[in-house]
């Protein structure tokens, strides 16, 4: 297949129009398991990347009081059936900058597939970085999902990240994010996932307050269908005086689906204050009647409320 | 369909019983819902208004009844929810349900699966909500149970059901929201839908053609809405468990 064959390939798996990539004024790195396929930058924002024999090293450095108009867009896929995608990620946000990162992980026929990213994030001290992370995966459960990250936040920086699966079954998914927050800084973390069949999601996702009057919140939206098996472990320290975090988990269970979630909070300044809530059950039969009294059956109804809570 | 009032029943209860643990709520109710025509249930706080309506819709913990229900003349006693709405029986809920995420839009679509967008949006503003500031929002505790009630009655003009049941319109209503709900529902009979009200608000009330008085779980009066209103407020509201019925006050449909 050739590479503007698999560019297309992926682009459509993600319903990303190729022309957007076309404004020069759009920075974005396309990579087809260890190949880069497409890339742009913008002034200010330096993407170098070093291809590997299973992956990628990539090493993002966007300037000090640098604000990037547009999202930034990498598309990270592998078209094949099988294979290994190792990202190791290096970012870097000057001072006072603010960009928007919009990945995209795209393994529409996935039989037996690997996607494993290992990053170190700094978001240096006034700015302002937000990763959404989109998947789309084949409908097998042969994907793989190893992502882990850990994240410094400076003084008065924002690092807010979400993670959603638009489309196929989520495999095995295993999200573990450290995240270490400087005075006044915040950190948010969302993460939806619907699982089916045998799939296992598993979500670490860790905040530590080391800042006066840093703030966090971690939202885990799940649902598990059939089979599916979830465990969700989110965690706030708090560390410093004035210290603000909300732990937030909410998964909903369908036929021998499994959910556990362990929501910690472990504060050691008596000035922070750091709350949590955890809500597991079958779908909400208020809701549900409310649905099935418009006419809609049982299934279609409970998929609707899911799709809501993951939306 | 016409809004044409007509005196066949679209909706008939023969004999109705429940039972709620050790409570006996319902107790042997028959009733004649005509249709086209509005109607009104009554009665305090306990008499049983709610739990009949969830009854006839076939809510879980609302299906051991004794007696049976026909809808069109067809019984609809072994049937889901589901089907019972496909038949075209509704209910928009004294407080309606709160759904994390999902979208005004997805809600209202829910009866409606082939309305234009264009057709969302007029229920939307039909109800007194603009299309612009309320489609995209979530039907969540960001509403005021006040603009939930709409979204819900939107949701309604929208399914064009046959037979509607209100439980409470006003609850938790602006005056000025009252007397748009009120439009709505002269627009919803307008459209073939036959309206029952369970309320115990007499502004309401007197919006009914018809009224049935209930009270400890039996229909004990019905008639015109004016004469129900009148006994409603000033027998009943102070309440004196009487029967009006077993004292010969009853008067034509």
Redesign the interface.
Known sequence: MSDDTVKQELYSSIGQDPHTFDNPEIAHVTINENKVLASNTVPGLTVDVRELPDGIDLRMELEENRVIQYPVHMCFGVIPRTGVQRINLDVVIGKNSKISLMAHCSFPFAVDVKHIMDAKIKVMDGAEYSYFERHVHSETGGVNVLPKAVVDVGRGARFRTEFQLLKGRVGIMDIDYETHVAEEGLVEMTALVSGSGDDHIVLHETAFLEGASSRAVLTS?VAVRNNARSEVFNKIVALAPYARGHVDC?EIIKDNGVAVATPIVDVRDAHAHVTHEAAIGSV????L??????????DE?SE??I????? | MTGKKTDKSILELRDLTLRLGDRQILNGITMDIWEGHVHAIVGTNGAGKSTLASTIMGLAGYRDFGGDILFRGESIKRMNIDERARLGITLAWQEPARFEGLKVRDFIAAGAKNESEAGLAHALETVGLRPDEFMYRAVDKTLSGGERKKVELASILLMKPGLAFLDEPDSGIDIDSIQRIFRVVKLLRGEGTTVVFITHSKAVLEQADHAFLLCGGRVVDQGKSARISKYFENECMPCGVRDPLARGETDER
């Open positions: 939206k909410k909400d039969k208020k809701q009647e409310t649905l099935m009294s418009r006419g809609m059956d049982e109804a609707v409320i799709q809501g809570l993951l939306s």
